[in-house]
């Protein structure tokens, strides 16, 4: 194999050897990459994608890595997208149509479509990363979820090079879940996400924090502001303490399970869905079972949210999931019910 200090490949993309991945991940696990390109153009992307075909190597594409656990050294490329550019596609009187390239920042491009006065984005303020990856496990927080404003996603396939574009159904939707995390896991690179966003805003005030800090006449700005201020005063930004956000996902449970539960543990938070089933607040749960500012290998759960793993040690991914497999077993013991991590695991 091909094997050198820098190289330039194709389409003059400079392909490095032996990278250090700690500021490519929010956690700041220390892991290094054997092969790393950053691409700000499809044809450097090409020949990111050529190089490692040509010398076998496995692809791992990265937006800002906030929501990775990297157990190890990646034997094979890292591919940062850091394509850009936002393009309006088309507009009638309710609507616009926007193309956004995958390197574009999250949270830029909520302000840039609030600055237009396009909406459906507020809520999700704030969220880290970048948009090639909000379909991934359809980003959401504060009562909205990014499907509901996606028209389709632009894809590379990693191994033809082909181009291909994905309607909003054919990513199969659900709950931080999409196409992307199953049969088309490490298959496409998403080069950009068209949304179609609203000229007269339809405000989400569902969840208890936002409903109770604005009023029926609060504008999508009163919320962008609420949920940037809630956001601040709960979650540790990833340059403060090393995060990757929820660390688990909020399980989901069939009517008889949540009855059960609620007997035994009357102060149980849980939200209902439709069909009687219910989603349990994961912190909750590992709050009572004593798990908040508890360390194990010096990696520590958040002492203000428990669905938080931090790592001020810079500890390796290895130790990060020895702490999550100790919080899964005890949840699993104390209520019979199953965390799953919500980062992608490497
Ligand atoms: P990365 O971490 O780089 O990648 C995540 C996954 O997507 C990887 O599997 C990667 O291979 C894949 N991927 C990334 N870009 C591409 C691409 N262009 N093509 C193909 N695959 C790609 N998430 C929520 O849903 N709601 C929240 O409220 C929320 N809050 C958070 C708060 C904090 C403090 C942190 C650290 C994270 C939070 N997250 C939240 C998780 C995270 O912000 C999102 O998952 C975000 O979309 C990740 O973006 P990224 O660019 O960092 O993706
Ligand atoms: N709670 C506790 N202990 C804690 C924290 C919370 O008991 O330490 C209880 C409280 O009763 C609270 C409830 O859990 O009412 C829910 O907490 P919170 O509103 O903070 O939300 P969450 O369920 O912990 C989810 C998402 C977040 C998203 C927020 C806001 C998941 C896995 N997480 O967190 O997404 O920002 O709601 O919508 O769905 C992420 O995915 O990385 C993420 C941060």
């Given at each position: ?19 250090s991945l700690q500021a490519h991940n929010s956690l700041a696990v220390p892991a290094k990459a054997a ?104 980003i959401g927080a504060y009562g909205v979820e990014v499907k509901d404003s996606i028209e389709a996603v ?193």
């Amino acid at each position: 194999m091909q094997k050198i200090g820098e190289i330039t490949s194709n389409n003059e993309v400079l392909i490095q050897t032996d990278v250090s991945l700690q500021a490519h991940n929010s956690l700041a696990v220390p892991a290094k990459a054997a092969y790393f390109s950053r691409c700000s153009s499809v044809p450097q992307l090409l020949g990111s994608l050529d190089f490692a075909k040509s010398n076998g190597l496995s692809v791992l594409v990265l937006g800002e890595g906030s929501n990775i656990v990297l157990s190890g050294d990646y034997d094979g490329m890292v591919v940062l997208n850091r394509l850009t550019g936002i393009e309006l596609v088309s507009e009638n009187s309710e609507s616009v149509v926007v193309d956004v390239a995958a390197g574009e920042n999250w949270h830029d491009f909520v302000g840039y479509a609030l600055e237009r006065a396009w909406f459906g984005l507020e809520n999700l303020a704030l969220i880290p990363g970048l948009v090639g990856a909000a379909p991934i496990q359809n980003i959401g927080a504060y009562g909205v979820e990014v499907k509901d404003s996606i028209e389709a996603v632009h894809v590379l396939d990693i191994e033809s090079g082909q181009v291909r574009i994905l309607s909003n159904s054919d990513c199969q939707f659900a709950y931080r879940d999409s196409i992307f995390k199953h049969a088309l896991s490490a298959k496409y690179v998403i080069t950009s996400v068209v949304f179609r966003l609203l000229k007269t805003a339809q405000l989400t005030l569902t969840y208890p924090a936002l409903a109770a800090n604005l009023t029926a006449s609060a504008c999508p700005i009163d919320v962008y502001n609420a949920v940037c201020q809630i956001r601040a005063s709960k979650l540790p930004m990833p340059d403060d303490i090393p995060n990757a956000g929820s660390f688990f996902k909020n399980p989901v449970v069939d009517q008889d399970k949540h009855r059960q539960l609620t007997a035994l543990f009357p102060s149980i938070v849980a939200f209902p869905l439709d069909g009687g089933s219910a989603k349990l607040a994961a912190a909750w749960l590992i709050e009572q079972c004593g798990w908040k500012d508890k360390s194990v290998d010096a990696v520590y759960v958040h002492r203000d949210q428990a669905l938080v793993i931090v790592n001020p040690n810079f500890k390796s991914g290895n130790s990060i999931l020895k702490m999550a497999a100790a919080i899964q077993a005890d949840v699993k013991s104390t209520y019979d019910v199953v965390l799953e991590i919500e980062p992608r695991v490497y």
